[in-house]
């Protein structure tokens, strides 16, 4: 399919300051969009100026969150030049959410053609200065202009450009987190899988009620026997236990994260004991009160790697590795991050340059 490009004739001023960019409020002067009816398949595929979109008030993405999206970022690097890190995995992602909401499937070949001529159009607004990037948001909804629970007749499919400011701007500092024992996340056959916005529609009250009483981020129970561990805020969750490292395993009510799956592919080629099982906060809660519980981090595309310092679980609080960042969590973040900006070689061909 062709892909038709309509300039922007009145491009936005970029960033001055670049350490002050924040996350996800500043875009690109252009976006990628399609359109998919039933019987016809994926149509008029056009780069167009970033603007709003004109939506029915009965548009089924508003009544029944007919709506799945990603997130991944490209990266200059200190050449000038500009890199994706495994975009692949995060549309085949996108395919898998896609089927679960009964929406269409995307070309993941195509849809990597239209980012890389987007980022192409656009590449004066990813950013040059060290920790900061362009994050990348495709996204697609159902807009049937009718009220009435049933498969989606006619999609529209969006790629949103963001140029962003570093994590860390003052360095990598662990985070306290919390467990949630009231609200669920999601649950086995539900939606937990896929990406979607009524996952993090879900999760809001309890990470407000989180930031009321000072923690960073909320750690998920499973929404069965409410026992085992599952992920932490917008992000998957891994421990070291006694020198090994442990994570939750994939089991439908979890997001099967990017940077998780290269986590454990990085520690398996290091020849590093990785074990994915179900976690019990009761185990948790031992091997942290033992001492046993030597590192936790979250990871993920934002902050690609997040450091717990502390836990609390029941009006309990449990300081894991003196509240420090620990020498895995510290060398995970230095060698993906390495990867990512083009600092470090990539032994696994993760990398894909705007070529």
């Not at 709003?52 to 008030?57: G, H, T, V, W, Y």
């Not at 990017?258 to 019990?280: M, P």
């Amino acid at each position: 399919m062709e892909i038709k490009i309509t300039k922007n004739t009145n491009p936005a001023a970029k960033p001055a300051d670049e350490s002050a960019l924040g996350f996800g409020s500043i875009f690109t002067d252009h976006m990628f969009q399609m359109e998919w009816h039933k019987g016809v398949g994926w149509h008029d595929a056009e780069i167009v100026p970033f603007g709003p979109i004109s939506l029915s008030p009965a548009s089924s993405v508003l009544h029944y969150g007919a709506e799945i999206f990603e997130g991944m970022k490209a990266y200059r690097r200190a050449d000038g030049k500009i890199q994706m890190f495994r975009p692949q995995e995060n549309f085949k992602r996108m395919n898998r959410s896609a089927i679960r909401m009964g929406l269409p499937t995307v070309d993941e070949a195509f849809a990597l053609e239209a980012l890389k001529q987007l980022i192409r159009l656009d590449a004066d607004w990813v950013p040059h200065t060290s920790g900061t990037s362009l994050y990348i948001r495709p996204f697609m909804i159902g807009d049937d202009p009718k009220l009435g629970v049933h498969g989606s007749q006619h999609v529209r499919f969006f790629i949103i450009l963001s140029p962003s400011g570093s994590y860390y701007p003052t360095g990598l500092a662990p985070v306290k987190i919390m467990i949630e024992d009231e609200d669920v996340r999601a649950v086995r056959g539900g939606t937990g899988e896929a990406k979607c916005g009524g996952n993090y529609g879900a999760s809001v009250r309890a990470g407000d009620r989180a930031e009321e009483r000072g923690f960073s981020q909320v750690l998920w129970l499973d929404g069965v026997e409410r026992k085992y561990i599952e992920e932490v805020g917008a992000m998957n969750i891994m421990f070291k236990i006694n020198g090994v490292i442990c994570t939750p395993m994939l089991n439908g009510s979890i997001l099967p994260g990017i940077t998780r799956k290269s986590i454990l592919e990085l520690l398996r080629a290091q020849g590093t004991q990785v074990e994915e099982r179900r976690i019990s906060v009761d185990e948790l809660a031992e091997a942290a009160k033992s001492g046993a519980l030597e590192e936790a981090w979250g990871c993920g595309t934002a902050a690609v790697v997040s450091p717990v310092g502390m836990l609390a679980y029941q009006d309990k609080e449990y300081v894991i590795g003196g509240g420090k960042i620990g020498p895995t969590t510290q060398k995970l973040y230095d060698t993906l991050t390495g990867i990512q900006w083009g600092v470090l070689d990539d032994p696994f061909g993760w990398i894909v340059p705007l070529d």
